[in-house]
């Protein structure tokens, strides 16, 4: 399976194929799931461009890909799409349409509450953990952990060679403390050495825009369709005898 990541913290400065307008976001995933993809993660954004939790926002973001295309739709609750934890968290409360699923990182101020919310609202968890932080270990020690649908672990390193050293440890130790699934990618450089062995490891992994803006042929992806269907590729070339 193949999940896409339509957009993260990237802006229209970075490449023609961002979202940035409220009906992109539908746009795009509609054209990744015709490329192959099983599911959808993406950071809602005000008209100006702001990523944002507010009902207002998330609401619409939602509606409009699930009138495109029938697959599950997710979002973030980092700490890039509000103002502090407990603003946060009052959002969350407040959804009207709620997500599908939504990743909490959990080494930030708040990720607890926001992760106990969450399943009261109907929405799957998923723990966003980062190399370089607390999470896994926060994870680890955490009352909820084992009612999360999987764990979404981040290689923050985009040196390829050392990107790929940690995602081959990573099937075997975040989800290793509630035996959850793990949902591996990398960033930038770091995204298709982290993809690659993934795909042979596991059942799951995720790519788009958020993570990198060049497929392995090194040009520019224009859109989420490209990074989809070179992930379903990857797959399928993992799985050739």
């Known amino acids: 399976m193949a999940r896409v990541c339509l957009d993260g913290s990237r802006s229209a400065a970075d ?27 993406v950071r809602p954004r005000t008209p100006c461009g702001r990523a ?3 009902p207002r926002v998330v609401g619409p973001a939602l509606e409009a890909i699930r009138a495109r295309v029938p697959v599950p739709a997710g979002v973030t609750t980092g700490a890039r799409t509000g103002p502090g934890p407990a603003a946060r968290l009052d959002r969350v ?48 020690a955490s009352p909820p952990g ?26 075997a130790e975040p989800g290793a403390a509630h035996g959850r699934p793990v949902l591996p990618h990398g960033e930038e450089g770091g995204t ?4 690659r062995p993934a795909v042979r490891l596991g059942p799951a992994t995720r790519v788009g825009l958020e993570d990198t803006l060049l497929p392995p042929d090194g040009r520019r992806a224009g859109s989420n369709a490209r990074p989809a269907a070179e992930a379903v590729a990857e797959r399928a070339r993992s799985r050739r005898p």
């Open 192 to 195: 298709w050495p982290v993809l």
């Open 93 to 140: 409360r407040s959804w009207a349409v709620p997500p599908g699923f939504a990743s909490v990182d959990r080494h930030e101020t708040g990720a607890e509450e926001v992760a106990a919310e969450l399943p009261a609202r109907g929405v799957g968890v998923e723990a966003g953990l980062r190399s370089g932080t607390r999470g896994a270990a926060r994870f680890a």
């Open 146 to 171: 084992p009612r999360v649908l999987g764990v979404l672990a981040g290689v923050t390193d985009p040196a390829p060679a050392t990107a790929e050293a940690s995602a081959r440890t990573l099937p």
């Open 15 to 41: 490449d023609a194929g961002v979202l940035m307008s409220p009906e992109d976001p539908a746009r795009s995933a509609a054209e990744a799931v015709a490329a192959g993809a099983a599911s959808a993660h």
């Open 52 to 54: 944002s939790l507010s």
